[in-house]
């Protein structure tokens, strides 16, 4: 069963799209299973440095098929624009393929996002703009369009007739927007049907079958487990399962095809967007992480907020996902610090807490309890064996471990695929 699903362990950004290039290698497949164009995963390679929103990051291996599965709410035309970048640089998209039940996100969608976050004022989630939240409400609410329905034009227009109808008194209403034109939307979509239609499969049977003949398999999580709309700190989330649960949703495969669950983890700590992070560094520190580490959006360009590794954090997305290793990434970012903090748990009111709270306020309120650490100072970008790795670099990947519960499978030191340090082989 060597199916390995990579799920991000903090807020998203821990370098998912370098660790699934560097496993893709070995596999014959690679599946992204959630989000949508919210997500930014960045692969550096020979051909340059590339961001994707949609594509699964297997893509620059020839031989791997990727495939978008369902779970994916879709924008076409974020997907196509990648399409069109990736071909112009030489990539092949011959074993591209897209779910034909992924939802679709509509011009609608990316409007009303705007609308409602600036609706929120002050309480702004500080989401994308890319129109995930009112897409994947629109699925939940059995009113979304599917790829599959981009196929039929009668079909496509049948269906958004009452919705466009519906989404228009809304926009007219709560909003005094100008409404939506049919006839324009239909007919940019269908162009994206005949566009997308060469692409479009049952991705589920397709892994299905992969599994059954033995074909190693990838499973890519965009965002993390603190974006989880159900066990992140909601309602500063975003709209669908990054955590493991998505991954089975998102494709059809059975629980019992994955063998190994990976949690990607930052060394430390970023996040974008509102909402809490208790060990966020408002300090020189936090400005200097920043700055070295070039902490900015991959899909927004917003610049991340950064702090300490929160292990609290960790050891949650490690159990919240049955984590069998993690991968840890950026390790080389600390290079340059004398002394590095770990938050172990936190104290609120008085307690001390190991989980991270439900209630988004209190969780507002904790106080991170630090352990120090020493740091190493020195370059371990070109560093291949854990043994070959400063004492203090060896004793804070062993402190996590203990910490998190979980050992470490891949120690990433650069962002390209070669600067990495596998103590584990996955496959
Ligand atoms: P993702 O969304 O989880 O795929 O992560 P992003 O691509 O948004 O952000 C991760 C950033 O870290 C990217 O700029 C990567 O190129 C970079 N990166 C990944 N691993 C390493 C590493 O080990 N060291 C350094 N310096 N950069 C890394
Ligand atoms: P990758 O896959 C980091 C954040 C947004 C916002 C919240 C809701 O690159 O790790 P949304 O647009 O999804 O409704 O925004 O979620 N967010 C991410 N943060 N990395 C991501 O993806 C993210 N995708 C969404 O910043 O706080
Ligand atoms: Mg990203």
């Known amino acids: 069963m060597p199916v390995v699903a990579i799920v991000g362990g903090q807020w998203g950004d821990e370098g998912k799209g370098k660790v699934v290039d560097l496993l893709a290698e070995r596999a014959h497949m690679v599946v992204r299973y959630s989000g949508g164009s919210n997500a930014g995963h960045t692969i550096v390679n020979d051909l340059g440095t590339f961001r994707l929103h949609l594509i699964p990051s297997g893509i620059f291996h020839p031989k791997v098929s990727c495939l978008i599965g369902n779970g994916v709410a879709l924008d076409p ?24 039940r992924a939802h679709l996100v509509m011009p609608y969608h990316t409007l009303i996002d705007k609308l409602e976050e600036e609706a929120r004022g002050g309480g702004a989630i500080g989401t994308t703009l890319r129109g995930i939240g009112p ?5 939940i609410a059995r009113q ?5 329905d981009l196929l039929s034009e009668n079909d496509l227009r049948q269906q958004l007739r009452p919705i466009l109808e519906q989404k228009n008194r809304l926009l007219a209403r709560l909003y005094e927007a100008n409404p939506l034109d049919l006839d324009e939307i239909a007919q940019l979509y269908i ?3 005949h566009k997308l239609a060469p692409y479009i499969r049952d991705t589920g049977e397709m892994a299905r079958q992969a599994v059954a003949s033995g074909q190693r398999i990838v499973l890519e999580g965009a965002q993390g487990t603190m974006l989880d709309v159900d066990f992140g700190t909601y309602p500063y989330v975003t709209s669908c399962s990054p955590s493991i649960g998505g991954a089975l949703t998102g494709l059809g495969l059975a629980p019992s095809a994955i063998a190994e669950v990976v949690a990607v983890f930052k060394a ?11 060990t966020e560094l408002a300090d020189e520190t936090g400005q200097l992480i920043r700055e070295h580490a070039q902490e900015f959006g991959a899909t927004t360009g917003r610049p991340r907020r950064c702090g300490w590794f929160d292990a609290v954090v960790a050891r949650y997305a490690a159990q919240v996902n049955g984590c069998t290793a993690f991968a840890i990434t950026r ?34 309120r904790c106080t991170p309890i630090y352990e120090e650490m020493e740091g190493w100072r020195e370059p371990i970008t070109d560093i291949r064996r ?6 203090a670099a060896q004793a804070y990947v062993r402190r996590l471990e203990e910490l998190t519960g979980c050992p470490a499978a891949i120690i990433s ?12 082989p996955l496959f």
């Open 331 to 364: 390790l080389d970012v600390l290079d340059i610090l004398p002394k590095i903090k770990v938050c172990v748990s936190y104290e609120a009111e008085g307690k001390r807490l190991s989980r991270p709270p439900a209630s988004t306020a209190l969780m507002e």
């Open 191 to 193: 162009e994206y049907g």
């Open 77 to 100: 035309a974020v997907l196509l624009r990648e399409i069109e970048e990736l071909t112009g640089c030489g990539v092949k998209m011959g074993r591209l393929y897209i779910s034909d």
């Open 268 to 278: 430390y700590t970023t996040r974008v967007g509102s909402g809490p992070l208790p």
């Open 135 to 139: 897409a994947y409400a629109d699925k």
């Open 413 to 424: 030191v650069g962002p390209r695929r070669e600067e990495t340090i596998e103590v584990r």
């Open 144 to 148: 979304g369009l599917r790829t599959c």
């Open 386 to 391: 854990f043994a070959d790795l400063p004492r």
